[in-house]
């Protein structure tokens, strides 16, 4: 088993990840966010009991991947289908409070408890088996369903969601009836795929920002993840101790972007924590920081706090940016191009040690590239004050409705 605890065991496992990401994201774009997401947790805790019975490597490595594959589809849908059901004011708190990234401080702390690899798959499956049943309680997104024009279902869990919450939305009829015009006025319903990140030329110009910035973004994080990865001495403490330090940083962006907005706040983030990188240039000035290793990792572990902040931002920028029926896909291309750029960070440490250059430089060279995600994250379009959108427009429908029925179309959403 000892294959999977190395860079080889790592790479199958992130690949299968993210090819789980591109199946699960085009699936959930056309067949619904729930059935989907429940169905890959699913199958993802049944692969994860079954690790347990096996007893070659060979099982245990095909076992391990398509528990990642499935993962990966769950990720995606996860991100997304909670910022589909909640208003404007919390999207940004539900992306950057970052629950999905306790992950790895709760499988180390429980790695501290339960010995052995088998107890440790086996209490992973078994814990995650109820929450299955949530899916009686999870709404399919209203959004979904608007854009494929299946009306009466939407209003239902529009209807549903505003029942839970007990607050009044006057005139819901009304509205939903708006919402039908609209929609059925500038689109039809087909089925999408990856081809139409690539609709226009504005859409475009978004999906090659979000190749470059998750891609890049991700290959700085691991790289400053891994110089901070001994913290402590103790390896379950070390795996906790950095996820968790990024927590208060990521969430005084929700309190930031609501000035300025995501955007600028992305690159805030991106460009101090470049910034603070270069840093190393004055201490470097200052005395050989060679002989200073814990100044080093604290460095990184600082920059790499504004990195994750970043990520974050971007992650919630990537939803927003796209219309509803492509959004999964977006950002499961996102995704699959971070796990590319987290590969590159892993592999490209076995080949090319710029330490051994001069200590100071995959710092200078980590602060250029990060610098360049808050620059090339302004082409996304502020999504701050902005409604999400729903449908691409098709070329041959022109009509448009009226901006106060639109308006009253986002209320309903946001009120619900």
Not at 147 to 165: D, P, T, V
Not at 235 to 241: A, C, K, M, V
């Amino acid at each position: 088993m000892n294959i999977m605890a190395t860079d080889d065991g790592l790479t199958i496992v992130l690949l299968g990840v993210a090819v789980g990401a591109l199946i699960g994201g085009m699936l959930a774009d056309i067949l619904g966010r729930r059935p989907i997401m429940f169905i890959s947790m699913a199958l993802a805790l049944i692969f994860q009991i079954l690790m347990v019975t096996v007893k070659t490597c060979l099982t245990f490595a095909t076992l391990r991947t398509l528990c990642g594959v499935f993962s990966g589809g769950f990720l995606v849908i996860s991100i997304v289908l909670p910022l589909e059901v909640v208003g404007r004011r919390w999207r940004d708190f539900c992306v950057c409070l970052w629950i999905w990234a306790l992950g790895l401080p709760i499988i180390s702390f429980e790695a501290a408890i339960v010995n052995g690899w088998r107890n440790i798959a086996l209490t992973n499956g078994l814990v995650g088996l109820p929450f299955l049943g949530l899916y009686f309680l999870v709404p399919e997104s209203s959004r979904w369903l608007t854009s494929l024009q299946h009306f009466q279902k939407a209003e239902n869990s529009i209807k549903e969601m505003i029942s839970c919450n007990t607050r009044a939305v006057p005139n819901v009829l009304e509205l939903c009836d708006d919402t039908r015009i609209y929609v059925m006025s500038i689109s039809h319903p087909r089925r999408h795929t990856y081809l139409d990140l690539f609709h226009t030329v504005t859409v475009t110009k978004s999906t090659s920002a979000v190749l470059y910035t998750w891609f890049v973004g991700c290959f700085v994080y691991c790289n400053l993840l891994h110089k901070v990865e001994s913290l402590t001495g103790d390896h379950h403490f070390d795996i906790f101790l950095p996820f968790v330090l990024d927590m208060p940083i990521c969430m005084s962006a929700v309190i930031i972007n609501k000035c300025i907005g995501r955007r600028w706040c992305m690159f805030l983030y991106a460009v101090s924590s470049g910034f603070s990188m270069f840093c190393v240039l004055i201490l470097h000035m200052m005395g050989d920081l060679h002989k200073y290793p814990y100044m080093m990792t604290a460095l990184a572990a600082f920059s790499k706090m504004g990195v994750a902040t970043a990520l974050s931002l971007l992650t919630l920028i990537t939803v927003e940016a796209y219309p509803t029926v492509i959004r999964c896909m977006a950002v499961a291309f996102g995704l699959s191009a971070g796990i590319l750029g987290s590969l590159l960070s892993f592999h490209l440490r076995n080949f090319i040690s710029f330490d051994s250059y001069y200590y100071i430089v995959p710092y200078i060279l980590q602060g250029l590239l990060i610098s360049t995600i808050g620059v090339v994250g302004l082409v996304f379009p502020e999504t701050a004050t902005t409604p999400m959108p729903d449908v691409l427009q098709c070329r041959h429908r022109k009509n448009q409705l009226q901006a106060d029925v639109t308006s009253q179309y986002v209320y309903l959403r946001d009120q619900s």
